[in-house]
Structure formats: C-alpha cells, structure tokens
C-alpha cells in the first residue's frame, strides 16, 4: 500500500535552516510527481512546492520563493524539502503529498501524515 | 491567484442529515476541483476530484458537482465517521489553492 512518511521537523529559531523529508514506499517514486503542503496550527491549508517526477519542474508558493528548494532521490525513494532562512510564519505541520495522476493538471491523492515544523527564538 | 471561498464555515447537523457545502472561485476554474476530509491532529484525506468523480475507497454517500466558479460537496446521509474538516481546492493552475475549511459538527 501507498506509504509517506515525513521526517525532520522540530524546534528551530528564526533564520535557521532545517530539511524535511518524505520516505515514499508501495508505489512507483520515480514516475510521480510529489507536493509539499502545510498547515499552521488552527489554520488552512497552504500548497508549498511541487517538483515532477523527473525533477525538470518545480513550482513555489511566493511566500517561500528563494527560501525553500524542493527535491527528490528516487534512488532513496526520498522526496525533500530544505528550508532555509525560516520564520515565525513558516510554523506549521508540513505535510508531503503525491500527485494524482489520473488528472493533467496537478492535485493529491495519497497523503503522509505530517511533520511539526516550529520556529521560534 | 485564484481564491477559494467556503460556505459555511461551520454547520451543525445529526446523523442522516443531507449536508451541502459550498465551494466559489474568483475565476472560471473549469472542473478543476477537488474535496478533502480532515480530521483533528489527522492527515487530510482525498475525498473527490474534477469536481465530481470519488477517490477509490470513499462512500457513495459522498457527491461533487459543479463547474467554472460555484461547486458543491453533499453528504447525502451524515454518519458519525463524516464529522470533520472538509476544503475543497483549485488546481487549474499555480499556486494551488484551497478553500478556508467548512467545519461539520455534531448537533
């Protein structure tokens, strides 16, 4: 069965850096594209980045444009999120998702279940 | 960018109610819509996409309509496991965007 589980989150200060990750099993990694997507605490949720199933696209949401650089190891079967140069707005559960296929146009099926991010001095 | 607009932002209602939520873009969005259900300090999960076709594995009780800006989910029969957190969203282009959330709660 389809699997994603993130990892990395933590306590970090403002202008810190930290790595996310999301380890992708029960499916094909490589021919996926994946999606990063967070939620602050109380609040909606807010589409972060994609990157194609072959790494030759990436997209951002404005408010982590320069900041935040999405990747992915399919030999790992490992999607990535490195966020540098945090605030205190980036606190929130970041969440990795797969994109579905079934549609030309980007949105989610499968779902892990969430990495706490918090920023705070 | 495109805005999702839910309504209500919350509703009460009991088990076997018909419940309808209401979903608005700033913009023609084709059907480039999908529902999704969320419970507290859980994943969201994906309920419906081009705004009328389930995920597999999600209750018949579940339906989508709609196309260009207005869009609706229904719950034709609440049942205890539905009440929760559902967002619909946009994907007819970058960024993605999501409604605020409609919150079902127990009457």
């Known amino acids: 069965q389809v699997q994603l589980v993130e990892s990395g989150g933590g306590v970090v200060q403002p202008g810190r850096s930290l790595r996310l990750s999301c380890a992708a099993s029960?499916?094909?990694?490589?021919?996926?594209?994946m999606h990063w997507v967070r939620q602050a605490p109380g609040k909606g949720l807010e589409w972060v980045a994609v990157?194609?199933?072959?790494?030759?696209?990436?997209y951002y949401a404005d408010s982590v444009k320069g900041r935040f650089t999405i990747s992915r190891d399919t030999s790992k079967n490992t999607l990535y999120l490195q966020m540098n140069s945090l605030r205190t707005e980036d606190t929130a559960v970041y969440y990795c998702?797969?994109?579905?296929?079934?549609?030309?146009?980007?949105?989610?099926?499968?779902w892990g279940q969430g990495t706490l991010v918090t920023v705070s001095s | 960018d495109i805005q999702m607009t839910q309504s209500p932002s919350s509703l009460s209602a009991s088990v076997g109610d018909r419940v309808t939520i209401t979903c608005r873009a700033s913009q023609d969005i084709s059907n480039y819509l999908a529902w999704f259900q969320q419970k507290p300090g859980k994943a969201p999960k994906s309920l419906i996409y081009?705004?009328?076709t389930l995920h597999s594995g999600v209750p018949s009780r579940f339906s989508g309509s709609g196309s260009g800006t207005d869009f609706t989910l229904t719950i034709s029969s609440l049942q205890p496991e539905d009440f929760a957190t559902y967002f619909c969203?946009?994907?007819?282009?970058?960024?993605?965007?999501f409604g605020g959330g409609t919150k079902v709660e127990i009457k």
């Open positions: 998702a797969r994109d579905l296929k079934e549609e030309t146009r980007p949105t989610f099926d499968f």
């Open positions: 029960g499916f094909s990694f490589s021919t996926y594209a």
């Open positions: 969203q946009q994907y007819n282009g970058y960024p993605l965007t």
């Open positions: 081009a705004a009328s």
């Open positions: 990157l194609s199933y072959d790494a030759s696209l990436k």
